[in-house]
């Protein structure tokens, strides 16, 4: 088989070149930015700079524990060479930082940010280092990051390093959120490194060694709300102008090409900002994905999902859980405070690029268009939800309205409360009972004891206002049912499946990473011999840490 041959593996057009030749670097961030003139990798205050020159560390012994597919093909990877032992030796060092490529420019970025609503100061990538940026025959530019490849000018009192445990929920989640359509950051490799790190996982001074491992994140750009925050906070005009220049050109290129001032740029910039945020936080309420940390160096300029931490899945419906232990006194985190808290993290973006745009009206226009659209987009992705052609506001307020007060009546799984939502028929001529409304839900259900009788009435009232609202609606049941399973995942990251392949991947068995990454890749299609991985969260799972709960130890 010649490698162009090899080439149509997968769905790529692309050719492969075979190993790593065909990956061409063109490194505009470190060639077109302001470089921290300090080589040494002491932890320091930079100033006038967005980024520091910095190597990863490199690692006793990195193995391969999985990687993705579509990644590596869009980067023009053969994936037929993922057969071969050397190939996968050579990959593995390179995405462990044990071998830097020509063209690479290894580098870690300047950035600040509002931790729980409180201005920290620098933060930067104090544990992610950038390799470059590649560009691939579609022309799209991707630039490689290494999570956990050691200390930077940024660490402040960390190590730069990252565990197993996070590393695993950081390249799964990464995967499942583009597989189900969420705008996200994705994840090429995940490796251990075959040293051990030290982390007091419960906060509670029970430190522990716990196997290291690195993540190769890939995204157009990594570029976070905070990078601008830093340089507004210094006052420093001249890099923050710099910095959203070239943000304009390489990220944003449809704006820098309309023939406008550049103060206009910035604020046509701020509003796309406004919608990409305001869409996205519309996907993380449609699949019940909670953050955990909203802070805005955690806020991509893309509008991306970026910094997998202690994040969770929503399991039973409650717009208060926050998987985030440091969170559980505010809950400012919490899944039901996300849309405010991006318009929030907005308004700081919006007080960063005010110094030079020098009027706050177009910028207080951004934050109304982020409203208008996360108005109008969720309204549209509760439509589709709820399988109806459109959403009716005069009706269909009140129905979404009183679903939410329905999903909280008793501990109701929201991914599969909705799933079988699509197998409840348009209204027939005699209205169901409500054990018969009920019964198609019942799965959905962790505490059958809950169900009493007041709590089915009133389920069943408004499922029977949810029957007459699609007979309305006059569209075919199958297909109804085929365009709800299309928004409607069966398939999510629970946090008890991703649990149970860190544990096994904790005993040097990798195997579960895999095959959670292969369910994970058709969230929305039935895949019947992996029922189990659809089931609700188990008993045991309830309150053990991981799977309910997580620290921002990682
Ligand atoms: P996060 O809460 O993960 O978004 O991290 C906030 C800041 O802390 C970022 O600047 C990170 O780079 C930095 N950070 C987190 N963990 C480490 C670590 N183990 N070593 C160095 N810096 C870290
Ligand atoms: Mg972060």
Known sequence: MTSSDRSSVGSSPRRSVGGFEGLKFDNRFTRQLPADPEISNERRQVTGACFSRVPPTPVAAPKLVAYSREVAESMGMDLADFSSPEFVRRFTKIFAGNEILKGMDPYAMCYGGHQFGNWAGQLGDGRAINLGETVNDRGERLALQLKGAGATPYSRSGDGLAVLRSSVREFLCSEAMFHLGVPTTRALSLVTTG????????????????????????????????????????????????????????DFPKIDALSKS??????????????????????????????????????????LTIDYGPYGWLEDFDPMWTPNTTDAQGRRYCFGN??????????????????????????????????????????????????????????????????????????????????????????????????????????????PEQLTPEVKTQIADWVRDYQKRISRDASDEDQRKRRMNEVNPKYVLRNYLAQLAIDKAETGEFSAVADL??????????????????????????????????SCSS
């Open 262 to 303: 550049k103060t206009e740029k910035y604020t046509l910039m701020f509003h796309e900002v406004c919608r990409t945020t305001s869409d996205l936080m519309v996907h993380w309420m449609r699949v019940g994905f909670v953050h955990g940390v909203m802070n805005t160096d955690n806020m991509s300029i893309l509008g």
């Open 338 to 447: 996300q849309p405010g808290i991006a318009q929030w993290n907005l308004l700081q973006l919006a007080n960063a690029i005010y110094p030079v745009v020098g009027d706050a009206k177009p910028l207080q226009e951004g934050l109304e268009i982020a409203a208008e659209t996360y108005k109008s987009s969720w309204q549209t992705m509760m439509a589709a939800k709820l399988g109806l052609q459109s959403f009716d506001e005069s009706t269909d307020e009140t129905l979404t309205d009183r679903l939410a007060e329905v999903l909280q009546l008793a501990e109701t799984d929201m991914t599969i409360f909705y799933r079988k939502l699509a197998n409840v028929p348009a209204l027939q001529t005699t209205p169901p009972s409500a054990d018969d409304c009920i019964a198609v839900l019942i799965d959905a259900y962790y505490l």
């Open 517 to 550: 990454l292969e369910v994970l890749r058709n969230p929305y299609a039935e895949q019947p011999s992996r029922e189990s991985f659809a089931e609700k969260r188990p008993q045991w799972a309830r309150n053990r840490p991981g799977c309910s709960t997580l």
């Open 195 to 250: 040293e051990k790190v030290m982390r007091d996982m419960f906060y509670n001074g029970n430190a522990a060694y716990e196997a290291g491992a690195i993540v190769c994140r890939v995204a157009p750009s990594f570029t976070r709300f905070g990078n601008f925050q830093i340089f507004a906070s210094r006052g420093d005009n001249k890099t923050l102008i710099q910095l959203l220049d070239y943000t304009i050109a390489t």
